[in-house]
Protein backbone atom coordinates (compact mmCIF):
# COMPACT_ATOMS: atom_id res chain seq x y z
CA UNK A 1 0.00 0.00 0.00
CA UNK A 2 2.48 2.56 0.90
CA UNK A 3 4.82 1.63 -2.30
CA UNK A 4 1.22 2.39 -4.32
CA UNK A 5 0.69 5.44 -2.58
CA UNK A 6 4.15 6.67 -3.08
CA UNK A 7 4.16 6.02 -6.35
CA UNK A 8 0.68 7.40 -6.98
CA UNK A 9 1.76 11.21 -5.74
CA UNK A 10 5.07 10.70 -7.57
CA UNK A 11 3.26 10.54 -11.03
CA UNK A 12 0.62 13.63 -9.90
CA UNK A 13 3.69 15.85 -8.96
CA UNK A 14 5.82 14.56 -11.73
CA UNK A 15 2.64 15.67 -14.02
CA UNK A 16 1.78 18.93 -11.90
CA UNK A 17 5.55 19.77 -12.45
CA UNK A 18 5.74 18.72 -16.40
CA UNK A 19 3.00 19.16 -18.16
CA UNK A 20 3.63 22.50 -19.75
CA UNK A 21 6.03 20.58 -21.43
CA UNK A 22 3.17 18.22 -23.06
CA UNK A 23 0.97 20.86 -24.99
CA UNK A 24 -1.15 22.92 -24.55
CA UNK A 25 -4.31 23.18 -22.41
CA UNK A 26 -7.42 22.57 -24.24
CA UNK A 27 -10.90 24.16 -23.21
CA UNK A 28 -14.27 22.52 -24.55
CA UNK A 29 -17.26 24.63 -24.97
CA UNK A 30 -20.64 24.20 -26.62
CA UNK A 31 -22.71 26.31 -28.49
CA UNK A 32 -25.70 26.29 -30.58
CA UNK A 33 -24.44 26.08 -34.54
CA UNK A 34 -26.02 28.50 -37.47
CA UNK A 35 -30.10 26.54 -37.35
CA UNK A 36 -33.20 26.66 -39.91
CA UNK A 37 -36.34 26.45 -38.61
CA UNK A 38 -38.65 25.81 -41.70
CA UNK A 39 -42.28 25.83 -42.08
CA UNK A 40 -45.22 25.55 -44.73
CA UNK A 41 -48.41 27.43 -44.10
CA UNK A 42 -51.57 28.70 -45.73
CA UNK A 43 -51.50 32.62 -45.57
CA UNK A 44 -53.42 33.38 -42.78
CA UNK A 45 -52.96 29.99 -41.44
CA UNK A 46 -50.97 27.36 -39.08
CA UNK A 47 -48.76 24.67 -39.84
CA UNK A 48 -50.09 21.95 -41.20
CA UNK A 49 -49.22 18.65 -42.91
CA UNK A 50 -51.84 17.96 -45.14
CA UNK A 51 -53.43 19.79 -48.43
CA UNK A 52 -55.60 20.19 -51.17
CA UNK A 53 -54.54 21.21 -54.79
CA UNK A 54 -55.00 24.35 -55.87
CA UNK A 55 -53.99 26.17 -52.20
CA UNK A 56 -50.91 28.34 -52.12
CA UNK A 57 -48.33 27.32 -49.56
CA UNK A 58 -46.05 29.33 -47.94
CA UNK A 59 -42.89 27.74 -47.49
CA UNK A 60 -40.87 29.77 -44.76
CA UNK A 61 -37.00 29.50 -43.26
CA UNK A 62 -35.20 30.92 -40.71
CA UNK A 63 -31.80 31.22 -39.90
CA UNK A 64 -30.45 31.65 -36.34
CA UNK A 65 -26.66 31.40 -34.70
CA UNK A 66 -27.68 30.58 -31.56
CA UNK A 67 -30.22 32.96 -30.49
CA UNK A 68 -29.95 35.62 -33.31
CA UNK A 69 -31.44 36.20 -36.76
CA UNK A 70 -28.92 35.62 -39.49
CA UNK A 71 -28.07 35.65 -43.19
CA UNK A 72 -26.30 32.94 -45.06
CA UNK A 73 -24.17 33.75 -47.47
CA UNK A 74 -26.78 32.31 -50.15
CA UNK A 75 -29.94 30.32 -49.91
CA UNK A 76 -31.44 27.94 -52.10
CA UNK A 77 -34.71 25.96 -52.25
CA UNK A 78 -35.18 23.09 -53.72
CA UNK A 79 -38.58 21.16 -53.98
CA UNK A 80 -39.25 18.03 -55.17
CA UNK A 81 -42.76 16.76 -56.72
CA UNK A 82 -44.34 13.89 -56.48
CA UNK A 83 -42.92 12.72 -60.16
CA UNK A 84 -39.35 13.10 -58.72
CA UNK A 85 -38.73 16.30 -60.65
CA UNK A 86 -36.66 19.10 -58.37
CA UNK A 87 -37.02 22.49 -59.18
CA UNK A 88 -34.29 24.77 -57.73
CA UNK A 89 -34.64 28.41 -56.23
CA UNK A 90 -31.89 30.74 -55.74
CA UNK A 91 -32.28 33.65 -53.36
CA UNK A 92 -31.34 37.01 -55.65
CA UNK A 93 -31.51 35.10 -59.01
CA UNK A 94 -35.27 33.77 -58.44
CA UNK A 95 -37.56 36.96 -57.87
CA UNK A 96 -40.56 34.67 -55.74
CA UNK A 97 -37.77 33.78 -53.13
CA UNK A 98 -38.19 36.63 -51.48
CA UNK A 99 -36.29 37.92 -47.77
CA UNK A 100 -38.81 39.31 -45.40
CA UNK A 101 -36.54 40.38 -42.37
CA UNK A 102 -32.81 39.49 -41.24
CA UNK A 103 -32.71 35.53 -41.25
CA UNK A 104 -36.37 35.28 -42.61
CA UNK A 105 -36.97 33.91 -46.03
CA UNK A 106 -39.81 32.68 -48.48
CA UNK A 107 -41.31 31.11 -51.27
CA UNK A 108 -45.16 31.00 -52.51
CA UNK A 109 -45.72 27.82 -54.26
CA UNK A 110 -48.91 26.31 -55.57
CA UNK A 111 -48.26 22.89 -56.48
CA UNK A 112 -50.00 20.77 -59.00
CA UNK A 113 -50.14 17.24 -58.50
CA UNK A 114 -51.48 15.37 -55.84
CA UNK A 115 -48.95 13.17 -53.66
CA UNK A 116 -46.13 13.97 -51.35
CA UNK A 117 -43.84 16.89 -51.83
CA UNK A 118 -40.17 17.74 -50.64
CA UNK A 119 -38.39 20.93 -49.85
CA UNK A 120 -35.45 21.56 -48.89
CA UNK A 121 -33.67 25.51 -47.51
CA UNK A 122 -29.91 25.50 -47.76
CA UNK A 123 -28.22 28.50 -46.26
CA UNK A 124 -24.67 28.49 -47.90
CA UNK A 125 -21.28 30.02 -47.30
CA UNK A 126 -21.67 32.43 -43.82
CA UNK A 127 -23.68 30.63 -41.29
CA UNK A 128 -24.75 27.64 -43.27
CA UNK A 129 -27.08 25.17 -42.26
CA UNK A 130 -29.99 23.42 -44.05
CA UNK A 131 -33.75 21.61 -43.01
CA UNK A 132 -35.99 19.37 -44.62
CA UNK A 133 -39.56 19.05 -44.68
CA UNK A 134 -42.33 17.18 -46.81
CA UNK A 135 -46.33 17.59 -47.06
CA UNK A 136 -48.76 15.85 -48.81
CA UNK A 137 -50.99 17.13 -51.10
CA UNK A 138 -54.75 15.85 -51.71
CA UNK A 139 -56.95 16.16 -54.69
CA UNK A 140 -60.23 17.55 -54.18
CA UNK A 141 -63.40 16.47 -53.10
CA UNK A 142 -64.92 18.41 -56.03
CA UNK A 143 -63.39 17.33 -58.82
Known sequence: MA???????GVRRFWE??????????TI???QVTVATISHIIEG????PEYVVGNVLKLAANFKNGSTDVDPGSIVLKI??????????T???????VKDSTGDYSFNYSPSYEGRYSFRWAGLGTNA??????????????N
Open 17 to 26: QYSPIFGATV
Open 91 to 97: YGDDADL
Open 129 to 142: SAAESSFVVTESQF
Open 80 to 89: KSPLGTIQTY
Open 45 to 48: GSTM
Open 29 to 31: STS
Open 3 to 9: VWGEFKW
